[in-house]
């Protein structure tokens, strides 16, 4: 007797939940935050409590076998203790389009993205003082995560979240990338990624001759070797930033 055909997943490329629809009769949808190559991000309350809190969808079609929600929420768990990334409650199910989907619940951090803290700045840029402050607030909350062995693998100014920005800044980090079990190279890269939020922070191209030497020094023009010479984990980029002096 042939094998039973498995059962098709059905290919959802967008879920658009509208505000106010009711999920797993425990969250109503207040708006949606964004969406990607994976799913879609909500806000969304809590019923039974009115906390807000945040819901990632993941289009079935990229979670086959649950196998990169698993990953995902596996990967905060681990990371819980590093302040920088945000915190994970947990998995549920609800059914759109017919299909399962599977959603993962996490705090909902209030900010403002990196990409638009950065452009709502004058000139759309950070002055060099505050810019280094910004790298060592990712550089320190990266550390935690290399200490651990682990990476974020996906780390650009709309995965960074500017919590409160003060005498020095609170980020949080989202939408951790699984590219496979963890080595240095990923670590590398993690780092490598810092580099250009920072670049990107002080105005990129159109500003990088000007900078000063010590900033030249950090960036190397972006060039990826000369970088991990430098610095090959968060940990020892945030050493520099600490003991390096200004002419
Ligand atoms: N926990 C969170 N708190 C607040 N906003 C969030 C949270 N998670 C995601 N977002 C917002 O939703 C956007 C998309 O989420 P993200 O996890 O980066 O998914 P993707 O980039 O794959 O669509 C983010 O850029 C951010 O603006
Ligand atoms: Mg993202």
Known sequence: MPAKPAKKTRKIDAFNLAPGRVLARKYEVIRQLGAGWEGEVYLIRELATGIERTAKLFFPQRNL??????????????LRHCPIVIQYSHQDTITVQGEPVTLLISEYVE???LSQFIQRHPGKRLPPFEAVHLLHALASGMECIHALGEYHGDLHSDNIIVEGFG????????DLFHLGAPTREHIRMDTVDMIHVFYEALGGQKHYARQPPEI??????????????????????RQHLETMRWS
């Not at 076998?65 to 681990?78: E, G, I, Q, V």
């Not at 005498?167 to 989202?174: A, C, E």
């Open 167 to 174: 005498l020095r800044f609170d980020l949080k980090l989202v």
């Open 65 to 78: 076998r649950d196998k990169n929600t698993h990953f995902y929420a596996t990967k905060l768990h681990k």
């Open 216 to 237: 030249k020094y950090i960036i190397n023009g972006l060039k990826r070797s000369l970088i991990l010479k430098k610095f090959k984990s968060a940990g020892q980029l």
């Open 111 to 113: 900010g403002d993205l």
